[in-house]
């Protein structure tokens, strides 16, 4: 609502200024299109920007400034200046579609290794990002951003996490990525059953340290192939009721983990869903764009479907309420691929 009334402010002054005499030569409609072209989050209407500003004269724009105190503040020195804030925020919205053509163009590898680093360096350090890189690719993608990581950085992603990761975390994180796992169908049927039993003692008895420390469930997590996993996965919902991460809701860590490694559309579609919420961080907002262009020859379609299903509209048209310009068109050719496929 206080978008709409700032809006609303600009389209009366516009008129106001026209009675009295001013020369205002873009229309009341221009003026909502432009207010809203800078308003983000996720990009700007570059379209827009550039077919209006062209044609404003000293008056538009001191119109257009004088009734937009989110982001111009009068001073007390007879003219109005950017809100720092704003701009500095506007910087990294027009960024945005060219940090996601950049990512769509660089190799797999490299663009892994680099979100590896990220994951750990960031304030607060992303977990969900490092676990979501370890446990969604194959054995031998993770392997190349391994390789890629040592190639950039001269040292291991091994040793990477180790330093910067303390306790039980550390243990998980850096089994999860050092293990190269199975990749074929075999599963065993008896240790499947077992395993299942481990995991669900382990959270109906323990407590929650003794969870995150238990050498079994990190052991079942860390090393078996993901049909294994998936096939625990089913066999825990079959025989406790209950789905597996629903039970480890309060360890976030392990949650993540086992929706990464047993059902990544729930995982991605609850990551875009938060990423296009109200107010996202700008960690969020980030993430609306590494998971369409990691994701878009992938399981896209399976993302998209889980997305419908859970929050009750398209994929694609949430795209398109929340983003702008060339950065909204962009993701929606890139998931209209992504589903064709």
Not at 242 to 248: G, T
């Amino acid at each position: 609502m206080a978008e709409r009334k700032k809006i609303t402010i600009i389209v009366r002054m516009g008129k106001k200024l026209k009675k009295e005499g001013e020369k205002i030569t873009i229309s009341p409609e221009e003026c909502e299109a432009l207010i809203k072209a800078f308003y983000g989050p996720h990009g700007v209407e570059e379209k827009s920007m550039l077919e209006i500003l062209v044609k404003c004269n000293p008056a538009d724009l001191t119109t257009f400034r004088k009734n937009s105190p989110y982001i111009f503040l009068d001073d007390g020195y007879c003219f109005e200046k950017w809100d720092p804030f704003h701009m500095k925020s506007l910087e990294i919205e027009f960024l945005r579609f060219q940090r996601a053509v950049i990512q769509r163009t660089m190799h797999p590898w490299e663009r892994d290794a680099l979100l590896v680093r990220k994951s750990l360096e960031e304030k607060p350090p992303l977990y969900n990002l490092l676990i979501e890189l370890a446990c969604t690719r194959t054995s031998d993608e993770f392997l190349g951003a391994r390789k890629a990581f040592q190639c950039l950085y001269s040292e291991s992603v091994e040793e990477f996490v180790a330093v910067k990761v303390q306790g039980f975390q550390r243990r998980l994180l850096v089994a999860l990525v050092s293990t190269y796992r199975y990749e074929g169908m075999r599963i065993d049927e008896a240790a499947i059953k077992l395993e299942c039993q481990k995991l669900a003692r382990a959270i109906k008895t323990y407590q929650r340290n003794e969870i995150e420390n238990d050498d079994e469930v990190l052991r079942i997590l860390t090393t078996r192939s993901k049909h294994h996993l998936k096939t625990i996965h089913k066999c825990y919902k079959e025989d406790y009721d209950s789905n597996l991460e629903e039970d480890l809701d309060d360890i976030k860590i392990l949650r993540d983990t086992v929706n990464c490694l047993c059902a990544p559309p729930i995982y991605f579609s609850k990551i875009l869903d938060t990423t296009m919420s109200i107010c996202p961080s700008e960690q969020e907002m980030e993430a609306l764009t590494r998971v369409i262009v990691t994701r878009t020859n992938v399981d896209m379609k399976d993302i998209a479907a889980e997305f419908d299903t859970k929050y009750g509209a398209p994929l694609i048209e949430r795209i398109e309420a929340a983003a702008l310009g060339n950065y909204r068109d962009f993701l929606v050719a890139l998931v209209n691929r992504g589903m064709a496929n």
